[in-house]
């Protein structure tokens, strides 16, 4: 059963370009969270989707992101016309069942730089 | 959502020795309690987790206690090694809710 899987694991992008980062949770795992870690800080909650739902956005910015999680396919986290202060590390989990039952899994997370 | 407050940010202990990192939270609702440790440059991953129910869980050299009353948890690693040293999040999330971690403690184990 092969774990979270993120990709890309390192993108590049020029201000104003857009970013998509892609997750494909483990198999079984209808929950999605993502979240974003700045260099030697802690993981900080953006949004949490089940298949075709977005549950919780709350922690995303309300310009510029957004993210889906279609019935087939993987999660997808979009940012649009990114800014140096979207440079970061996006980490995505999954999960069976939501957290407060069971574990959350990770990916090794995508490394967005931003010129 | 609940407010999670760890400590020591940054952890610095000889091989061998013991750490111990304490978490606290403010929602009385919460029921689960995992801790979850990042090695550099990697996603983070669980190593150990308590439910309300019980005061204390250990698993080899690591173990977690739960005092609901003061509204705290802590992780505890004896006999530290090399290659402990990570950063540790804890969690404590209620509900069908989104989560959220503690700001994180640098643990750093000196050989």
């Known amino acids: 059963n092969a774990g979270v899987m993120q990709n890309p694991r390192h993108l590049v992008r020029r201000r104003g370009q857009e970013a998509r980062l892609r997750c494909s949770p483990m198999k079984g795992h209808s929950h999605v969270y993502w979240y974003r870690q700045l260099p030697e800080e802690g993981l900080k909650f953006m949004v949490y989707?089940?298949?075709?739902?977005?549950?919780?956005e709350s922690g995303m910015p309300k310009e510029r992101f957004s993210a889906e999680f279609p019935k087939e396919g993987p999660s997808i986290l979009r940012i649009q016309q990114v800014v140096r202060g979207d440079s970061a590390a996006y980490f995505c989990?999954?999960?069976?069942?939501?957290?407060?039952?069971?574990?959350?899994?990770f990916g090794e997370g995508s490394r967005l730089t931003v010129l | 959502g609940e407010n999670v407050e760890q400590h020591p940010s940054t952890l610095s202990v000889q091989e061998g020795d013991s750490a111990v990192i304490k978490c606290t939270y403010s929602?009385?609702?919460?029921?689960?309690f995992p801790w979850y440790k990042q090695e550099l440059g990697k996603g983070p991953q669980l190593i150990i987790d308590?439910?309300?129910?019980?005061g204390e869980k250990k698993d080899q050299r690591i173990a977690v206690t739960l005092n609901k009353t003061a509204k705290h948890f802590s992780l505890h690693i004896t006999e530290t090694q090399p290659e402990d040293s990570a950063v540790y999040f804890c969690?404590?999330?209620?509900?069908?809710?989104?989560?959220?971690f503690g700001t994180g403690t640098k643990l750093q184990v000196i050989p």
């Open positions: 989707l089940q298949k075709e739902n977005i549950i919780d």
């Open positions: 969690a404590a999330p209620k509900g069908y809710q989104k989560v959220t």
């Open positions: 929602d009385s609702a919460s029921n689960y």
């Open positions: 308590i439910r309300s129910n019980v």
């Open positions: 989990a999954s999960s069976e069942v939501p957290l407060n039952t069971g574990e959350l899994f």
